[in-house]
């Protein structure tokens, strides 16, 4: 029995105990309070708690009417019965409509966030498509002027009678070069990305190279890199150079950002018919107004960042078939899930 029930019943009781204690009210209106107990029980329990209440009121007044009043008591008993039953049954109603339209909100809402993150995906989309043709002009303009400037160096370079400022001078052109040929070589990755090789790939085997290359990615900073997969995951239907790639970023990301002597934790398992793979550190994390930017072209929380590795790992998950995020995590620090489909399974 619910509390309210108790309550009515409580209620019933005393009202009953009052009746047979004074004969002046129960003529008139302690019948009459009965209604209370009754539509109460009937608000909160339903139409058959609410019968039930009524029923025992009416047995109750039947109980101490006297023999002038008797009638009129059972036709009153009748009318709390049908009281507490009407009282329930509309009360019934109320609350179906009441969970129908909490519902119809629940399921409007869930719309709207679809809605939303498609939008968000499509304005994504228009700037990633945007950005591609800008990258894959320029590239092309820059390339060639950059060779040349490239040869030139290594020319000049082979003159014995440099002194230490010229050889500097040479050097620093040379290493500028390079940072901008890399950079130009991300810009065509992001532009035009080579179509994945799919495969059914043994994901520990993949985790293994990754763990590996991170591991000589540190440069002498104590950080300490942890696998845990979580019991035994099926094949992944994936790129493995790709995945390697996507998750070798992932990995120097968690390291950079981690103090000495913190934790990367590259993890695995299975949720559902798709593959969670996660790399978490407790570095320093980004800021919640940013989280949502992380996978914007340019925008980067590095000094020398350039803003194109983590948009590039996300464009290369979502042609295999999975989807990249991020979350902060509750202490400190970010977790960056990957999930991809498993083999045989779209």
């Not at 309550?7 to 009202?15: A, E, F």
């Not at 019991?231 to 992932?250: A, T």
């Not at 299975?270 to 940013?290: E, F, S, W, Y």
């Amino acid at each position: 029995m619910s509390f309210q029930s108790k309550v009515s019943v409580g209620i019933s009781l005393l009202i009953c105990l009052i009746v047979a204690l004074g004969d002046g009210f129960r003529l008139f209106f302690l019948p009459q309070v009965y209604f209370l107990p009754v539509v109460w029980t009937a608000v909160c329990e339903g139409w058959k708690a609410g019968g039930g209440i009524g029923a025992g009121c009416g047995v109750a007044l039947l109980f101490f009417s006297t023999p002038e009043d008797s009638e009129t008591r059972v036709i009153f008993a009748a009318v709390l019965v049908g009281t507490g039953i009407l009282a329930g049954i509309l009360s019934d109603i109320q609350r179906r409509k009441s969970r129908e339209y909490q519902l119809r909100c629940e399921e409007m809402s869930a719309v709207h966030d679809k809605v939303q993150a498609s939008f968000e995906g499509m304005k994504r989309s228009e700037r990633l498509s945007a950005l591609g043709q800008l990258s894959a002009g320029l590239a092309h303009e820059i390339r060639n002027p950059l060779a040349s400037i490239a040869g030139a160096t290594a020319i000049l370079e082979r003159n014995k009678d440099l002194n230490a400022q010229d050889s500097r001078c040479l050097e620093i052109i040379k290493k500028e070069c390079y940072r901008l040929d890399g950079l130009l070589t991300n810009f065509l990755n992001f532009a035009r990305p080579r179509p994945p090789q799919f495969q059914a790939v043994d994901l520990n085997m993949v985790l293994d190279v990754v763990l590996d290359l991170a591991t000589h990615g540190v440069r002498g900073k104590q950080i300490h890199l942890v696998k845990h997969i979580h019991s035994p995951v099926p094949l992944v239907e994936c790129d493995p150079e790709q995945l390697e790639q996507v998750l070798l970023n992932l990995m120097i990301n968690a390291v950079e950002a981690s103090p000495e002597g913190e934790t990367v934790v590259l993890s695995a398992r299975q949720d559902g018919t798709k593959i969670l793979i996660q790399v978490a550190d407790h570095g320093h994390g980004v800021q919640p107004a940013h989280v949502d930017r992380l996978f914007d072209p340019f925008f980067t929380t590095k000094e020398h960042g350039t803003g194109l590795g983590l948009p590039v790992a996300h464009q290369i998950v979502a042609q295999m078939g999975g989807r990249l995020s991020a979350a902060s995590n509750p202490g400190q620090g970010m977790t960056f899930s990957v999930m991809l489909p498993t083999a045989g399974m779209e």
